[in-house]
């Protein structure tokens, strides 16, 4: 239970006034820790608590993060961008982070259960997608979600997806993690009839230019319910898959 939450059930039981109430909710929204400004009302607005971007940022300073973020009841933190030595030095510090190296990100805390029956279905388009489908599956794990991983699986051999089709149709959302041509989000598009989420990575040849002849080719999709992320983006997909699939969950469990 978050705090806002816990504060108006106090409120409700008369266990505390509503000038309390109202002091306590008045209260910063972040903590200013001089090299950071730790979002604590991030979630209380989306409904995810604040990610922590790893990349550019010292252990010592990402462990102070995490101790805000722990000090105000955070149970799961994702760490994106996360390199094996800085992981490695975390725990010298004293967070215990789970490290997942094909993604290059730290979970520290325990990843919740999945909320309700819809799954995302995560598709890579060869086994060198694998880290950024990795990003993406991770992330979409922490906001409490379902994952399937369907991995190498392109348009190469076409027959390999097909294989899944039961899968691929049962899925409440699509992430498609392809380099190369990119085909493999209209493929999936063409099939399944929810949202799929494209991600283009740098995964390719020369003329391949990091991944931009893939987000080309997942922007002019001819499969209608495409949308796409930037390069290499999977926490990006991840995020967004999930908060499709909370809406779905949502109203089903309303039906």
């Known amino acids: 239970m978050n705090d806002i ?22 209260e910063k929204p972040f903590e200013d820790i001089g090299y950071a400004k730790v979002d604590l009302h991030r979630k209380l607005r989306q409904g995810v608590s604040e990610v922590i971007y790893g990349a550019g940022k010292t252990p010592e300073q990402i462990a102070g993060i995490i101790n805000v973020m722990k000090s105000h009841h955070e149970k799961a933190i994702l760490i994106t961008r996360l390199s094996q030595e800085s992981a490695d030095k975390l725990k010298s510090l004293g967070c215990e982070i789970d490290y997942h190296s094909d993604a290059k990100a730290g979970i520290y805390g325990k990843i919740p259960e999945p909320k309700g029956k819809n799954f995302i279905l995560v598709a890579t388009g060869g086994t060198s997608d694998i880290p950024v489908a990795e990003e993406a599956a991770l992330t979409a794990e922490v ?79 001819c499969a209608s319910g495409v949308s796409v992320v930037n390069i290499d983006n999977g926490f990006g997909a991840g995020y967004l898959a999930g908060m499709i699939n909370a809406i779905r969950t949502e109203s089903e469990n309303h039906d």
């Open 5 to 26: 939450k816990q504060i108006l059930q106090n409120l409700r039981d008369h266990k505390i006034s509503v000038d309390d109430a109202y002091l306590k909710l008045k």
């Open 143 to 221: 906001l409490g979600n379902k994952v399937s991983r369907l991995y190498d699986v392109g348009v190469a051999g076409l027959h390999r997806a097909l294989s899944h089709i039961d899968e691929i149709m049962s899925a409440s959302v699509i992430i498609a993690v392809a380099g190369m041509e990119g085909a493999l989000a209209s493929v999936l598009g063409g099939l399944a009839d929810c949202p799929v989420i494209a991600v283009p990575t740098s995964v390719g040849y020369g003329a391949s230019f990091g991944g931009v002849a893939a987000l080309l080719a997942m922007l002019n999709s």
